[in-house]
């Protein structure tokens, strides 16, 4: 007998037994003929996560290789990240979270209706990342402490997260970060049958006090002091693809859900699902959480000078928007795709104020019959004074893409557009900081004596040696170099730039062809390129289709200049496109 079961597009997600009864003379017996499972489906036009694009359904469902994006906005960087949904055992993990987290929106799980629904599966999915307080699959590390777990930029892929959890009886894996949140969060979705991808948000503020407001306060030599508030370098997170029938949307469309708890002001808390065009649009009161995510993007910042903790006086800059820039990895391809469209108009058109101005009386209700000129004059009141504003342009860039073990080249240049001489006096200095816009060590401090001629443009080079920045990296490959002029000369002037620190190159070169369940090798090789030893040097190696888990290959101290290479050996165990990914570690990163 062939049976076919064809379940609903509004039946239940999970894992289902089919039972046969037979009756004969009188006798009833009860056979069972197994297990299958039903997942969300975006291959038929009447499931809510219909997606209707072949190519966007390979990418967003079916993809198990992804693009993390780090950096800073005028230095993106990538790696590549293992999503392996379609791995052993990812499927009853994956439901185990919905088990574990179906308290959230429920008071219990006996009425599993709501497993029909992607707005409540992905609820439960994104507060079941990092937000539960005892069951969530990874934790934040607090204060950057990494003692008694993994480092949080040390992880390739998801498989190990999600088996490591499921592993450990349902215990938190220690430690992430957002990229890694998201990332977990995005094989959560796909291997549930929604369409998801990661995105990172460049410059993302995290304020307390002012939602529409971020603040910096730096003292007079250019340290960045830290404050209740923190400007991200980027922030990741996730967005899915359904119909919001909570929100009575005919089709589907993007969700931004963000697993990372961020404090409120009413305590920390993972957000969406968001709708991205109701952010684009400021329309607030129409979705979860619709106004943390609009101030994610559209905050305006503000650089205070503080001197003598007694008095704070707001600088001359050219201050970059909240919100820079917001890519994705682009479909079929390894470039990314910007889709800071999607979360806003472009910055200074009418589109972009009229959903401001609306988002703005919904954030703050004392606005609320508020015209749009004293909206325009409040924030313009709040805003730094542009540099060009005091005669003065000033501008740091690179001159070199520093390598770990690479000196540091800038060229500053200022430009002094009056017609008079100005002599001014600047400090300089450079600082550590983490990718969360937590302030570190400040390393370099440098006073320059700068006299611009009427209507002169000067170059200055400047250079950091990596004697002087290396014992301060560690894990945070980002420092900020600040130029700010001395207060007792009159206006205060600023300049600044975020550079990011390259690691080295992990070199992997296949030595036979790869065939399904035939031993393949290839070799690894990595060069120190420091004038010092490398310490507890490390290789992890994974690839979903290659590895059944990651392979660990301890190389121990490798001289400076030395090269390690080694050969490993794997057996692909499953047909198709897959990816070998090399990380590397040692007690500098």
């Not at 919905?98 to 992905?122: E, F, I, K, T």
């Not at 994610?296 to 903790?309: D, F």
């Not at 469209?341 to 972009?352: C, D, Q």
């Not at 121990?556 to 090269?563: D, H, I, V, Y």
Request: charged content about 20%.
């Amino acid at each position: 007998i062939n049976i076919s079961v064809f379940p609903p597009s509004n039946a239940c997600i999970g894992r289902y037994i089919l039972n046969m009864q037979i009756t004969s003379c009188g006798h009833t017996y009860q056979r069972c003929l197994g297990d299958f499972y039903v997942l969300f489906n975006p291959w038929c036009a009447d499931d809510p996560v219909y997606m209707d694009n072949q190519a966007h359904r390979e990418e967003y469902v079916l993809n198990e290789h992804g693009i993390l994006y780090e950096g800073v906005h005028k230095h993106i960087t990538s790696r590549p990240w293992h999503f392996g949904q379609f791995e052993d055992g990812i499927l009853d993990i994956c439901l185990k979270i919905l088990d574990m987290g179906a308290s959230y929106h429920h008071g219990s799980d006996r009425d599993r209706c709501w497993r029909n629904d992607p707005v409540h599966v992905s609820m439960v999915v994104n507060h079941m990342i990092s937000s539960h307080t005892t069951n969530s699959i990874m934790k934040i590390p607090e204060n950057n402490d990494y003692l008694k777990g993994t480092k949080s930029f040390s992880w390739n892929g998801s498989v190990p997260v999600l088996q490591q959890w499921y592993n450990g009886r349902c215990r938190p894996v220690r430690y992430g970060y957002c990229g890694s949140l998201a990332s977990v969060m995005c094989t959560v979705m796909r291997c549930l049958g929604i369409p998801s991808r990661v995105v990172t948000n460049y410059c993302f503020p995290c304020s307390i006090e002012n939602p529409l407001g971020i603040n910096e306060i730096f003292d007079c030599t250019g340290k960045n002091l830290c404050g209740k508030d923190k400007l991200w370098r980027y922030h990741c997170w996730n967005e899915s693809w359904m119909a919001r029938r909570d929100i009575n949307q005919c089709c589907g469309d993007w969700q931004c859900l963000d697993p990372t708890p961020l404090e409120t002001g009413r305590g920390s808390a993972c957000s969406g699902p968001t709708w991205v065009r109701s952010i684009r649009e400021g329309e607030l009161d129409l979705d979860y959480d619709g106004h943390h995510m609009f101030s994610r993007v559209n905050s305006n910042y503000v650089g205070w000078l503080s001197q003598n903790n007694t008095k704070k006086t707001k600088f001359f800059c050219n201050a970059w928007p909240c919100g820079q820039q917001l890519i994705t990895k682009s479909v079929g391809s390894e470039q990314f795709e910007d889709i800071t469209g999607a979360y806003k108009y472009e910055l200074g058109s009418v589109k972009n104020k009229e959903a401001y101005y609306r988002a703005y009386r919904r954030i703050h209700p004392g606005y609320c019959n508020a015209s749009n000129c004293h909206i325009e004059r409040e924030l313009s009141s709040l805003k730094n004074p542009f540099l060009s504003d005091s005669g003065i342009n000033m501008k740091l860039k690179m001159a070199n893409c520093p390598m770990y073990g690479e000196d540091v080249q800038l060229h500053w240049l200022l430009e002094n557009l009056h017609s008079e001489n100005k002599n001014l006096k600047f400090n300089l200095c450079a600082q550590i900081i983490t990718y969360s816009g937590c302030p570190m060590d400040q390393f370099w401090k440098d006073t320059v004596n700068v006299t611009l001629g009427p209507r002169e443009v000067k170059k200055i080079p400047l250079c950091i040696s990596y004697s002087q920045y290396g014992p301060y990296l560690c894990d945070h490959n980002i420092m900020k170099v600040v130029a700010v002029s001395d207060p007792e000369c009159g206006e205060v002037l600023m300049v600044s730039r975020d550079i990011v620190i390259n690691r080295p190159p992990v070199i992997v070169k296949l030595l036979s062809q790869p065939r399904l369940k035939v031993p393949c090798t290839a070799e690894i090789s990595f060069c120190n390129p420091l004038q010092e030893d490398m310490k507890n040097c490390i290789m992890t190696l994974e690839g979903c289709g290659l590895f059944k888990e990651p392979m660990t290959i301890d190389l121990g101290t490798l001289a400076s200049n030395q090269q390690a290479r080694t050969i490993v050996e794997f057996t692909p165990y499953r047909l198709g496109s897959h990816r070998l990914l090399a990380n590397f570690g040692c007690h500098k990163f």
